[in-house]
């Protein structure tokens, strides 16, 4: 009996409250961005501290891994990869909703950025 009631009120909420599970909000992309910044800190403990405190606030540092941009910022939308010379030279891209950011790796490591707004 205490099963079917239990049931009961199971049913009764799913149809009262349709879509409030998987309804995303405003935090859900933040909030997942939060999840894989701390995640990476965690899995390298030895970054330097002022990386650390870079990739927990979102931002970049100079002589920064990809790997350190990638869990501060996300991946990019455009990678271009212009190695000439023996230099290993790279340009992400990412696309705000007034701002296109830039950012430069040499060698693997972040020498640059800029920034050009609407």
């Given at each position: 009996?205490?099963?079917?009631?239990?049931?009961?009120?199971?049913?009764?909420?799913?149809?009262?409250?349709?879509?409030?599970?998987?309804?995303?909000?405003?935090?859900?992309?933040?909030?997942?961005?939060q999840?894989?910044?701390?995640?990476?800190?965690?899995?390298?403990?030895?970054?330097?501290?002022?990386?650390?405190?870079?990739?927990?606030?979102?931002?970049?540092?100079?002589?920064?891994?990809?790997?350190?941009?990638?869990?501060?910022l996300?991946?990019?939308?455009?990678?271009?990869d212009?190695?000439?010379?023996?230099?290993?030279?790279?340009?992400?891209?990412?696309?705000?909703?007034?701002?296109?950011?830039?950012?430069?790796?040499?060698?693997?490591?972040?020498?640059?950025?800029?920034?050009?707004?609407?």
């Amino acid at each position: 009996m205490k099963n079917t009631k239990k049931l009961t009120l199971l049913l009764i909420f799913i149809f009262l409250f349709p879509g409030c599970a998987t309804t995303k909000t405003v935090c859900d992309t933040e909030c997942e961005a939060q999840d894989r910044r701390h995640t990476y800190i965690l899995a390298n403990p030895e970054l330097h501290a002022k990386y650390k405190k870079s990739i927990l606030l979102g931002r970049v540092s100079l002589g920064m891994s990809k790997e350190d941009v990638i869990a501060a910022l996300g991946h990019p939308k455009t990678r271009v990869d212009t190695n000439a010379f023996w230099v290993e030279r790279e340009q992400w891209v990412y696309e705000l909703p007034h701002t296109t950011d830039f950012y430069y790796f040499k060698f693997g490591q972040l020498n640059r950025w800029s920034t050009l707004s609407d």
